[in-house]
């Protein structure tokens, strides 16, 4: 297999860049230059892309590669993926679902708390010396507050199991109800809003769920409500978010995503009821080793023509 | 004036309870916060009389007293006080209360019970999700614009899975294991009984439980047994995967080798509420991001101190109407508690 050639979007993992190089003829993308003339150039030998939740394939990079076969991506999410031109061209398509539910889950519950229960700031608050001269002042209970989940797909399911722990209530929002769950259905997101204290967003990016919190989901959500993002930057119109935390119209935000990564609003910065993570949802060493292993597993299954272990398309 | 004059001889009719510090919630509410119909303060730290006097002039009125972590009762002050009956405590540790000398007298002791377990369980989870996800330190990391300048933050560690061990199976040590088996931890613990009804692992030490566990919670009371319970071997059972949390009491830990091993890198990180000699905390913590901390405000909620007060004044209420105490603490069986 070692002239297959495999096209890394960005870099993501060493120890898979390490992989990929011994298996395959792998190009670093990132490093190359001039891209387009690296792609007309590498044109015939290359039939695989991996990818992950920053890079992927795009329409115009399908386009420029007719020996592509399969991409392969290094994250759950498929945003970055031009999946309808897969489809056309019958290009598999892999991700990493399962082994990163319970990180991402994880990470939503530990926002949650840091940012009821103002950990980081207590933290800043013992560094700083300031508890020689008083105490810090009184935090929100997590216990029992309500929590909304939009898009109750594994990860979904996974926060409420933890959430529920803390006998939280739970109730949702998806695209359609899921009469087998017992937690309680909102038909819209402003609804779900109004009638919880902690909002998550937990479903996969597409047209449809673009800016899906909008000023009118945060008007809902309200001055003591908290918004929490583990999915797709995208997910939130950015501005607003920003403006209504700024203005107090909103309660805190714990978030791991932004519109344009590594880019983040400036004025969150000295906001002690925010807390801003740089997209670490599955960064943990245990569950990138794993969805590295997936990605070097679906690229072999691929070129020995057996079956893809997590296949999309 | 006749108004004031009626008030006042009503005022006098009310049983007394005596306060010798004002409880930390004061500080935040104002000193009505505690406040009751039924009952009236006598505020031992708003006289000018010095407190053997105080205790003195007032000895036949105080039937009870409200007391917190910064204002003990001990055995001298029960000795002055004849018509003592009941120490309500806003806390729920009880090592600043002479609990033999209060059996020995028949005086009743009332706490603030399991109000605030879930907050501290609470705690638990946010420090320990904290500390192996780096929560705070990506947190600073990226306040610090550092994301765009430096790129991608190190890698964390999962939870999901890992061995937990708990010292001390109490109420919040309940409320810990409930929600950590959420996130697919397994849970052991150690307590000075084993606990037949637990579904869970008991060890008979603490080192036991150390080796056999990756984060080590600390959740029991401080008493003469546990004092420097975690000690140099219990760290090195524990070991360089290992991660420590403490919210129970500082010097259940020995603070010296603590940071020893955190700034050898000998255990994985730490989560520290309370500490040995509160609030100076040793400075070779601030230079660490695998340690957490906060001001022992492990339980400082608004809905906490809502509850509190409901049962502070519901215990006190409750005594002076001869009726049950709504958290008694059973005075027989009692460990040595640490002063």
Known sequence: MES????????????????????????????????STFLTSHSNSIRAVVGNASAGADSQMIEALPKLEIVASFSVGLDKIDLAKCKEKGIRVTNTPD??????????????????????????????????????????????????????????????????????????????????????????????????????????????????????????????????????????DEPELVSAL?????????????????????????????VLLPHVGSGTVETRKAMADLVLGNLEAHFLKKPLLTPVV | MAAENQSQTSQSDLPCVLILKPPPSFALFGDHF?????????????????????????????????????????????????????????????????????????????????????????????????????????????????????????????????????????????????RLEAFGCSISYNSRTKKPLAPYTFYPNVVQLAANCDALIICCALTDETHHLINKEVLSALGKDGVIINIARGPIIDEKELVRCLVKGEIRGAGLDVFEHEPDVPVELFELDNVVMSPHNAVFTWESFEDLCKLVVGNFEAFFSNEPLLSPVALDHLPQFSG
């Not at chain 1, 980081?120 to 002042?137: A, H, L, M, Q, T």
């Not at chain 2, 009956?85 to 806003?90: A, P």
């Open chain 2, 34 to 178: 505690l406040d009751s119909p039924k009952f009236q303060y006598l505020k031992a730290y708003e006289s000018p009389l010095p407190l053997s006097q105080f205790l003195h002039t007032h000895a036949q009125s105080v039937q009870a007293i409200l007391s917190s972590g910064g204002a003990p009762v001990t055995a001298d002050t029960i000795r002055l006080l004849p018509r003592l009956d009941l120490v309500v405590t806003t806390s729920q540790g009880l090592n600043h209360i002479d609990l033999s000398e209060c059996r020995c007298r028949g005086i009743a002791v009332a706490s603030a019970g399991t109000i605030f377990s879930a907050d501290c369980a609470d705690s638990v989870v946010g420090l320990l999700i904290d500390v192996l996800r780096k929560i705070s330190a990506a947190n600073r990391y990226v306040k610090q614009g550092l994301w765009s300048s430096q790129g991608v933050y190190p890698l964390g560690y999962k939870l999901g899975g890992k061995r937990v061990g708990i010292v001390g199976l109490g109420s919040i040590g309940t409320e810990v294991a409930k």
């Open chain 1, 4 to 35: 297959i050639g495999v096209l890394m979007a960005c870099p993501m993992n060493p120890y898979l860049e390490q992989e990929l190089d011994k298996r395959f003829t792998l190009h670093r993308f990132w490093k190359v230059p001039d891209k």
């Open chain 1, 99 to 236: 082994v990163l539910t319970e990180d991402v889950a994880d990470l939503a519950i530990g926002l949650m708390l840091a940012v009821l229960r103002k950990l980081c700031e207590s933290d800043r608050y013992v560094r700083s010396g300031k508890w020689k001269i008083g105490n810090y002042s009184l935090t929100t209970k997590f216990t029992g507050k309500r929590v909304g989940i939009i898009g109750l797909g594994r990860i979904g399911m996974a926060i409420a199991k933890r959430a529920e722990a803390f006998s939280c209530p739970i109730s949702y929002h998806s695209r359609t109800e899921k009469p087998e769950i017992k937690y309680k259905y909102y038909p819209s997101v402003v609804e779900l809003a109004a009638n919880c204290d902690i909002l998550v967003v937990a479903c996969s990016l597409t047209e449809e769920t673009r800016h899906i919190i909008n000023r009118k989901v945060i008007d809902a959500l309200g001055a003591k409500g908290v918004l929490i993002n583990i999915g797709r930057g995208p997910h939130v």
């Open chain 1, 246 to 274: 700024v203005e107090r119209r909103l309660g805190g935000a714990g978030l791991d995503v932004f519109e344009h990564e590594p880019e983040v609003p400036e004025e969150l910065f000295g906001l002690d009821n925010v």
